[in-house]
């Protein structure tokens, strides 16, 4: 419990690569990255991965992990990370946690129940199932089998549908009862968990729109259109359901034009770091900061420096 562990978490355009980026010129730090978009390869503009220099600058673990056909759990996350946590610290070094993807933070502070392992024939049965009678369909199942996860998702949410049915089904108990056998396994480390927040959330909105227009610049339709040339791939995967890529993908399929992907793209994001800022205020023992202050990573450094006797 002597090694300190540093998370920075926040939602997305919050600028916490940024942030990471300085810590590591002047931290003694490792970044390992909390992103489930990022685990994906030839996913790079929709995902605002760093890019070349940047990761030269300062390498990022747990980026590039799996093809954007493959899956990639929070239970894989736990382990991959733990195991970088302890080479990072025999190496003398900090670990830096740095990402918005809640589920792996939380998996990583307080352990995982043991949920089944996806079932691609299950996974395939509820998706025809779906496409023959709809999405609120099954969340009506749901709400049979498990209501109170089936209380905390909307009824269009297909990816955790799917996921919270498919662990009713194989395991015979439904997902919010398995939650709540989760093990507690302690961290060996001392945590400083730090969260980048917006102090005006109109102004975080203006940038995820900012940022969505320079994806659309930079070629995100072109970048899907090359995934699905390259990869076997649906829209029903991981990878695809990803913000910015279903939308993508769906104007390549033709159910919009440019100007609702847009729409749709922004509104998505703005959704994510909804979800992502719920998460944050469940979190008691996070030290906030405002994401929006010029002075940002220098004010986070000051702090580091202070609490981990650096």
Same mark, same amino acid.
């Given at each position: ?6 998370? $920075?978490?926040?939602?997305? +355009?919050?600028? #916490?690569?940024? &942030?990471? /980026?300085?810590? /590591? ?7 390992? =990255? /909390?992103? *489930?978009?990022? /685990? %994906? ?29 493959? *899956?990639? *759990?929070? +239970? ?12 990072? &610290? +025999? ?6 946690? &740095?990402?918005?993807?809640?589920? %792996? ?44 996860? +089936? ?6 949410? *297909? ?5 919270a049915l498919e662990v009713c089904l194989l395991s015979g108990q439904p997902m919010s009862a398995l939650f709540g056998q989760a093990e507690q396994d302690a961290l060996p480390y001392r945590t400083f968990q730090l969260a980048l927040e917006p102090g005006d959330r109109a102004v975080l909105h203006r940038r995820i729109a900012e940022r969505f227009d320079i994806m659309l610049a930079a070629g995100l339709v072109e970048e899907v259109r090359r995934l699905r040339a390259t990869y076997p791939l649906n829209s029903t995967l991981p990878s695809m359901r990803c913000v910015g890529y279903r939308q993508?993908?769906? %104007? ?19 959704? $994510?770091? #909804? ?6 205020? =469940? ?24 609490? &981990? #006797?650096?």
């Open positions: 419990m002597n090694s300190p562990a540093i998370f $920075l978490m926040g939602p997305t +355009a919050s600028g #916490k690569t940024g &942030v990471a /980026v300085e810590l /590591v010129q002047h931290l003694p730090c490792e970044i390992i =990255s /909390v992103d *489930s978009a990022l /685990v %994906y390869r030839d996913m790079d503009i929709g995902t605002a991965k760093p890019d070349a220099a940047t990761l030269a600058l300062a390498p990022h673990h747990l980026i590039n992990l799996i093809a954007p056909t493959e *899956s990639y *759990s929070a +239970a894989q996350f736990r382990r991959d990370a733990l195991r970088l946590m302890a080479e990072i &610290v +025999a190496r003398g070094k900090i670990p830096l946690l &740095v990402g918005g993807t809640m589920l %792996y933070f939380k998996a990583l502070l307080h352990g995982l129940s043991d949920l089944p392992e996806a079932d691609a024939e299950l996974r395939a049965e509820l998706d025809e199932k779906a496409g023959r009678l709809g999405w609120p369909a099954l969340h009506d199942e749901l709400a049979r089998l498990d209501p109170p996860t +089936a209380a905390r998702l909307k009824p269009n949410d *297909s990816q955790r549908i799917q996921r993508a993908w769906q %104007y390549l399929d033709g159910e919009f034009d440019l100007a609702t992907l847009r729409e749709k793209g922004i509104a998505a994001t703005r959704q $994510l770091a #909804k979800r992502q800022l719920t998460w944050l205020r =469940s979190m008691p023992e996070v030290l906030r900061f405002d994401c929006l202050a010029p002075d940002l990573a220098a004010q986070v450094l000051r702090v580091l420096r202070e609490s &981990v #006797k650096l």
